[in-house]
């Protein structure tokens, strides 16, 4: 929804962060991590692209921060969204094209 929060793990090369900010209207924030710096600017550089300015990259091992934050995860838990990276890239090519 429009104004959300979102977090992405594992988020190069950027396909589901940047549908989900389209999702959103570019509204709220999308809060992407991955393991290296190389992917991290992947996902910028395709939310720039995409003129998205609601993304957030940062370089983050999943699986460590997970186990570090303890009690504030908790306002990650609740609501998980898992989108394939298939469905991801259809979505993204469907767009190229109508954008021509």
């Known amino acids: 929804h429009p104004g959300s929060r979102v977090l ?3 988020a ?34 395709l939310s720039s692209d995409w003129g998205l300015t609601c ?3 940062y370089v983050a091992d999943a699986t460590q921060l997970y186990q570090q934050q ?9 609501r998980h969204v898992q989108i394939g990276k298939a469905v991801a890239a259809n979505h993204h090519h469907h767009q190229q094209q109508q954008q021509g």
């Open 55 to 57: 993304v957030q990259a």
């Open 12 to 45: 190069a090369p950027g396909g589901k962060t940047t549908m989900l900010a389209q999702i959103m209207g570019d509204s709220g924030t999308v809060i992407a991590l991955d393991r290296t710096q190389a992917k991290v600017q992947e996902i910028l550089s």
């Open 8 to 10: 992405d793990l594992c």
């Open 70 to 78: 303890g009690e504030q995860r908790q306002q990650w838990e609740g």
